[in-house]
């Protein structure tokens, strides 16, 4: 082990790699990259281990389909941004990733704090994992850092992602806390940081917040952000120009032609304003519990325990994750998007923020 000078990074050689599910790798491996999914999201269950064995023929099956069928589309890793509890056993993604030949970077970290009465948050309890209510800054960073540096519950998978998220522009105690944790472990470790920003506002949120802390704005991507770059176009261009990335997610193809064109328009715009480098791309597919059980039961509440089983997800369409390449690239194509723009988006930019660097 080499430790840096400043006490961060506690192995030097993941300097310039990619940390996945399987070990480091040089990042030219991985192609092109879809940079939010997840193989994995069980809302019902309270811990990541024991596996509850029962959701695994799907994963093993569809799931490894799906990834094998990315690899002929040139893509062959995804960011998955899965946080505990819903997270599958670590050894889970070593084998889809096994079986399927193909790079999962997994995430540490924490997500929002969603508003109560809002989806399944209907006690104070739902709206947050409540570890993160009940933690220092200082242990929530500890936490991070041990699933970067050591690995899951005491295996050799290592997260290669730092994740959080905010609801609005006005950061919750909770979310504020969570996301100066994640900036500190980011200082300590190199990994990048990965967000879900949700509200009007709330990219520029996180981005100030983290920079506060003293994380530089290129080792920043800024997700779920399509709706963003197209109605908040001048707080996004001033987050690009400050060097942040925004991965742009749920591009379905199915709604409104005016919605896709503008999706579309917007792309063209970063790159025809020379922040080309700034934009990645992705679809936030999953294989859930939760999704389906909550449209079925308004009352239902996630965390419950249960045996539920994994389903592909109801909010975007088949198939899984490969979509981004059968619908929604031929469709952009077809409206200006170029090989050049894709190639940036999927190939180069991926490549230049993944690996590990010193902050």
């Known amino acids: 082990m080499d ?18 599910a399987r070990g480091p790798v040089e990042p030219e491996q991985l192609g092109a990259v879809m940079m939010h999914e997840h193989l994995h999201s069980d809302w019902a269950q309270k811990a990541e281990t024991p596996f509850d064995m029962a959701k695994w023929p799907i994963l093993e099956t569809y799931g490894v389909w799906a990834l094998r069928e990315l690899k002929k589309h040139g893509c062959h890793a995804f960011v998955d941004m899965t946080r505990a509890p819903e997270r599958a056993a670590p050894w889970v993604y070593q084998k889809v990733s096994e079986l399927a030949g193909f790079h999962l970077i997994c995430a540490t970290g924490f997500y929002r704090e969603i508003k109560l009465g809002d989806y399944w948050a209907r006690e104070p309890e739902d709206q947050i994992w409540p570890f993160v209510r009940e933690s220092s800054v200082e242990e929530l960073e500890e936490y991070c850092v041990r699933e970067v540096e050591e690995g899951r519950y005491g295996t050799d998978l290592r997260a290669g992602v730092l994740k959080l998220g905010a609801s609005s522009a006005e950061l919750t105690e909770a979310e504020d806390k969570a996301a100066r944790a994640v900036a500190r472990a980011h200082k300590r470790t190199g990994v990048f940081i990965n967000t879900h920003v949700q509200g009007k506002g709330a990219q ?30 001048p707080v996004t261009q001033a987050c690009m120009t400050r060097g942040a990335a925004f991965a742009l997610t749920n591009l379905r193809m199915d709604g409104p032609e005016a919605q896709r064109r503008a999706w579309a328009d917007g792309i063209k715009r970063a790159f025809d304003e020379g922040l080309g480098d700034r934009v990645t791309l992705g679809l936030d597919w999953v294989f859930s519990v939760g999704y389906t059980e909550l449209a079925a039961n308004p009352a239902w509440r996630p965390h419950q325990g249960g045996s539920a089983l994994l389903v592909p997800c109801t909010f975007m369409p088949p198939p899984p994750f490969v979509y981004l390449f059968t619908h929604t690239i031929p469709r952009f194509k077809e409206m200006g998007i170029t090989e050049e723009m894709l190639n940036t988006m999927l190939v180069e930019n991926p490549k230049r923020i993944l690996p590990v660097k010193r902050p």
Do not use: C, F, Y
Not at 210 to 221: H, I, K, Q, Y
């Open 3 to 20: 430790a840096w000078k400043d006490g961060g990074l506690m192995r030097a050689e993941d300097v310039g790699k990619v940390i996945t």
């Open 204 to 233: 520029k949120a996180q981005l100030d917040l983290l920079e506060s802390e003293g994380v530089d704005p290129a080792r920043v991507v800024l997700g779920h952000t399509m709706g963003h770059l197209v109605n908040e176009w």
